[in-house]
């Protein structure tokens, strides 16, 4: 083919064709992933679409279609209400609080200092364990009687002798919200090790020659390079908090006076305790439409703000 | 060398809260497991068991099936690793390398599938195993996590991917190398921590699901180790928690060795940008 | 046959191991054997065995039929045979709180009994229990468990305290003064306010001040003045500080847990809690009374059911299966095993539930048991029941119009 080719204009054609040939071949490299996923996530988010905009009984039999019935059903619900509020301060100081926390533990981390692979293992125990079974155990360490948090500091002298952590909605869901916190330092942390370990050691040299302080150092390169890797923390964890099941069903089951609800535990109740599996999926696409429009918002403004910064 | 003391004592005493914290339910596990039933609830609470008492651990082994829980848990969480890599891997090197037509549409599309929790899609997935045939089989399982798991590897095997230089396959090329061989002889070895650190990730996270493995493992002997302990534990009107304490401690400690094991590849696969 | 080996010709292109676990779950066809299986969930780690056991010794004792037995914990229960059913994987017999009975009948999941028990065998009952499992006529499944509820007390405690063994609110609270007085460590009376059965503990204080679930016109009884003075009952007590402390975080098993160590003078609580303080405090003096009495006599009847389901193609061989579980040797056994109420006329004489005073105290207060009601929506209800009186405890809310707006729920959830 490159025989024939003799003006420039001739050959861009037949090579374009090639190229958008390969491009197509290239296809082949994505396609198993989208299959599995579209097989497996696809027809259950196909069941939930539908489930949403019809009658359902509790087992899942469509009856007839119900428009956007269900939805108003779950926007005249206070409940609902509540549990988005909730569903609000529950993902922001969760995420806000592991972002906060896993920084200065990330850079720690990254130091060189005796015993850091065993410090950098205890760090990521939490991650070792499934949620279900963090809370638990968490349960039972904050139980008022017989828990070992009372004990221990019973045994430090403060005056928490049988103290009910889980007794006012305000105390149970700051306790579910720190265990949430603990539970995603690990993820979190080590991302942002691997964005600290990606920062050439040759800049902080060239910062040093510049008599810059450890904290010009830290402010003006480590925060700025973490970026990308905050990014991917933040939205990761929006999405996995937002949609956090077990730490909050187990210890608290949404109370006292639905004081602990979030969105999922919402949803959960109406679908598998009071039988309404059409109510539930509206309120699953709603919750979809959210992360939805927070992921693709987020991503917009932090690649404009990045694009603004170069 | 006593800089270096200095700093790690600094380092310590810094981390000194949240190690605290994340060690203080294990040393509530492990008091509790080696109690004996009836010291749980006293009147004095104590952190000390009367006497050491193993009874929980050979109990959760001998009489409730833990260990073949364990290895059913280890299968799927292999399984779901190897199979979400190999569904990943050419997506992350297309994506980072490749021209190919709806690249935007492939990324948004991974968003997505993450966007909706496993136990909202609980009913739908169910069925869909049911059609296929596929109720209380451990395969069932590593597609559904591999499924859900691998939007994150393809993120993160991209990121990789896209601090590996160019050059070093183009030269490959230049040598004559099929775009394949380059791929497996210069691309793969130098992705290796990274691959091993996304392996970390789907293995975790597939170690730890719960909704979907109760929902579709139905049989005693099939069931993962999170499924089992709530299954040990579930009795209407008490909750074992000697059991529970013993066998969440018994789980976690595969994946503690997996973590010790491969910090230096964690330090060095994480460092990789490094190379840039 | 073909339709299977459609689907499997399916997953093997979508996936490349179900092909092959399709065809090694597919059963072998020249079986004649019915098999029906049965699924249970567990009381205590005992009732898993008991039923494997009862299965070994059918499946022994005939060729016609094959039990399978499948066990799951509570918590599981629900989600998982809603699951089932909308799948078409559900057993052929499913055990189930009484509670969720309703609304699964409804939706067409169960089968009726009525005309697969042999004659007589419905007759066998206890009239109270079978009837229960009835709605619009029909039966829906067999009483697996009756429990009624009782006043546990700590004998060594109320003698410290020196007061008898109450027998009005007006003397429990007084006595749980007393109990409270004792020491620090020591509560008067157990007051639940989270988790399951967190309604059934408000139902004690509800019949014994005369109110009832639903008025004589079937509406909601929520919010009726003897409701709200049951309420008040127990807001009396946390208000005197005689309860134990965060009755909000309280679950019936925290209470148990209490109470098996020696910290609570009081606790209404069922015929379970014998078997963990005979196995966890052996040595726990403890007697059990009827419930405290405001204006009448009443205890908490609490059934299981076991049913048929509807989409089982082996009914008639199921019920033979639950005839044989429910003959009046195994009923015996299972009832000591756990310790439940007899549902069967032959074993309320049974020298084990008249002469031992911790059983026979509830088989006295069967005759006053009151039940909660048999409508599908009822976990609705019972949660937005949950909710007004955690906030009537915590005296967030008046009890009066917390209740009300709990009423009026069940009133709308009524109407649906």
Redo the contacts between chains.
């Keep these: 083919m490159e025989m024939t080719q003799t003006t420039p204009a001739q050959a861009s054609r037949p090579q374009s064709g090639a190229r958008i040939g390969r491009n197509l071949t290239n296809l082949v490299f994505i396609l198993p992933s989208v299959l599995l996923s579209l097989t497996i996530i696809g027809y259950p988010i196909f069941e939930v679409m539908r489930m949403a905009v019809s009658d359902v009984n509790r087992f899942g039999k469509i009856r007839g279609f119900e428009g956007l019935g269900n939805f108003l059903k779950v926007f005249q619900d206070p409940i609902f209400i509540q549990s988005s509020y909730q569903t609000l301060i529950w993902t922001v100081a969760v995420v806000g609080g592991t972002v906060l926390i896993a920084i200065p533990v990330a850079i720690i981390l990254n130091e060189d200092f005796h015993g850091r692979s065993i410090a950098r293992t205890i760090v990521l125990l939490p991650w070792a364990v499934s949620l279900a079974m963090t809370a638990l155990v968490w349960r039972f360490v904050v139980n008022g009687d017989f828990g070992t948090l009372n004990l221990a500091l019973t045994q430090l002298g403060l005056p928490f002798n049988n103290h009910p952590w889980l007794a006012t909605a305000a105390s149970a869901f700051t306790i579910e919200i720190l265990v949430g916190i603990l539970v995603s330092i690990p993820f979190t942390v080590t991302i942002f090790l691997g964005g600290l370990t990606s920062i050439p050691v040759t800049l902080y040299e060239a910062a040093a020659m510049d008599g810059a302080t450890r904290w010009q150092s830290l402010t003006r390169i480590t925060l700025p390079m973490l970026r990308p890797f905050l990014q991917i923390a933040i939205v990761l964890n929006v999405i996995y908090v937002f949609n956090s099941f077990p730490i909050i069903w187990i210890m608290t089951n949404g109370g006292p006076a639905n004081g602990t609800d979030i969105l999922i535990t919402y949803v959960y109740k109406q679908a598998f305790a009071f039988g309404k599996l059409d109510v539930a999926a509206a309120a699953s696409v709603l919750m979809f439409l959210v992360l939805l429009g927070f992921s693709v918002l987020y991503l917009f403004m932090t690649r404009q703000r990045g694009a603004a910064g170069q | 060398m006593t800089r270096?003391?200095k700093?790690?004592a600094l380092?310590?005493l810094?981390?000194s809260p949240?190690?605290i914290?994340?060690?203080?339910?294990?040393?509530?596990?492990l008091?509790?497991a080696l109690k004996r039933?009836?010291e749980?609830?006293?009147?004095e609470?104590?952190?000390l068991p009367d006497s050491l008492y193993f009874g929980n651990f050979i109990e959760l082994f001998a009489n409730r099936g833990f260990g073949r829980a364990l290895l059913n848990s280890l299968y799927i969480s292999f399984g779901a690793t190897l199979?979400s890599l190999?569904?990943?891997l050419?997506?992350a090197?297309?994506?980072s390398r490749?021209?190919?037509?709806?690249k935007g549409t492939?990324r948004t599309?991974?968003?997505?599938?993450?966007?909706?929790?496993p136990?909202?899609?609980?009913?739908?997935?169910?069925?869909?195993f049911?059609?296929?045939?596929?109720?209380?089989?451990l395969?069932a399982l590593?597609?559904?996590h591999?499924?859900?798991y691998?939007?994150?590897a393809?993120?993160m095997l991209q990121?990789y991917f896209d601090?590996i230089p160019k050059d070093l396959e183009e030269a490959a090329w230049m040598d004559g190398a099929s775009r394949l061989k380059s791929f497996r002889r210069v691309f793969l070895p130098l992705c290796l921590p990274g691959i091993a650190?996304t392996s970390l990730?789907t293995f975790?996270n597939s170690?730890?699901?719960?909704?979907m493995s109760?929902?579709i493992l139905?049989?005693?002997s099939l069931q993962t180790?999170?499924v089992k302990?709530?299954?040990l534990?579930?009795?209407?009107?008490?909750?074992?928690?000697n059991i529970?304490?013993a066998?969440?401690l018994v789980?976690?400690v595969p994946?503690?060795i997996v973590?010790?094991s491969i910090?230096?590849y964690?330090?060095r696969?994480?460092?990789?940008?490094?190379v840039? | 046959m073909p339709k299977r080996n459609i689907r499997g010709l399916w997953a093997g292109i979508l996936v490349a191991a179900g092909a092959a676990t399709l065809a090694a779950s597919v059963p072998q066809a020249a079986l004649a054997k019915d098999t029906v299986r049965v699924r249970f969930a567990e009381y205590s780690t005992k009732t898993g065995p008991f039923f494997k056991d009862l299965a070994a010794q059918f499946n022994a004792s005939q060729d016609e039929i094959e039990v399978v037995v499948e066990h799951l914990p509570w918590p599981e229960m629900q989600q998982q045979l809603i699951t089932d059913i909308s799948a078409g994987t559900a057993p052929d017999i499913s055990h189930m709180a009484t509670r969720w009975m309703a609304g699964f009948a409804v939706d067409g999941a169960l089968a009726p009994i009525d005309d697969l028990m042999s004659e007589g065998f419905a007759e066998t009952f206890v009239p109270t229990f079978l009837d229960l499992q009835k709605i619009d006529g029909q039966t829906w499944g067999l009483p697996i468990a009756a429990s009624a509820r009782g006043m546990f007390y700590n004998k060594k405690l109320l003698e410290q305290a020196g007061v008898d063994v109450p027998t009005t609110w007006e003397e429990t609270l007084e006595a749980a003064k007393k109990i409270s007085a004792l020491n620090d460590e020591v509560y008067g009376i157990g007051v639940q306010g989270s988790g399951l059965d967190t309604e059934g503990y408000w139902f004690y204080s509800l019949w014994t001040h005369g109110g009832d679930i639903t008025d004589e016109n079937g509406r909601s009884g929520f919010a009726s003045p003897a409701a709200v003075a049951a309420t008040q009952n127990y807001i009396d007590l946390i208000e005197a500080g005689v309860t134990q402390p965060g009755v909000l975080g309280s679950n019936r098993e925290d209470l148990q847990n209490l109470f098996t160590a020696g910290k609570l003078g009081i606790v209404l609580s069922g015929p379970w809690l014998n078997a963990q303080l005979a196995e966890e405090a052996p040595d726990l003096e403890y007697g059990i009374a009827e419930i405290p009495v405001a204006t009448d006599r009443a205890t908490y009847g609490v059934t299981d059911t076991i049913s048929i389901l509807a989409d089982s193609e082996v009914k008639d061989s199921a019920m033979k299966v639950l005839e044989f579980f429910f003959n009046d040797e195994n009923r015996l056994a299972f009832g000591k095993n756990e310790g439940f109420v007899p549902v069967l006329k032959s074993m309320a004489n049974e020298p084990y539930f008249t002469e031992d005073p911790n059983m026979a105290v509830f088989l006295d207060m069967s005759p006053v048991a009151k039940f909660a009601p048999l409508v599908p929506q009822w976990e609705e209800m019972a949660e937005s029941l949950k909710s007004a009186l955690a906030k009537s405890y915590s005296g967030d809310e008046d009890p009066a119009a917390a209740l009300t707006s709990a009423a009026d729920k069940m009133n709308a959830l009524l109407d649906e």
């Design positions: 270096k003391a700093r790690s380092c310590w810094g981390l949240l190690l914290v994340v060690l203080f339910p294990y040393a509530t596990m008091s509790t039933k009836d749980i609830f006293q009147f609470t104590t952190w199979v190999a569904v990943a050419p997506a090197y297309a994506l490749l021209r190919v037509p709806g492939f599309y991974l968003l997505v599938t993450q966007l909706i929790s136990i909202v899609l609980i009913v739908g997935l169910f069925r869909l049911a059609y296929l045939g596929m109720i209380n089989d395969n590593v597609f559904a591999s499924a859900f691998m939007a994150f393809v993120w990121s601090t650190v990730f975790v170690w730890n699901e719960y909704a109760l929902t139905r049989e005693g180790a999170p302990i709530a299954f534990t579930g009795t209407l009107y008490e909750t074992e928690w529970i304490m066998a969440t789980a976690t994946v503690a973590f010790a910090q230096s964690l330090i696969g994480l460092s990789l940008g490094g840039k």
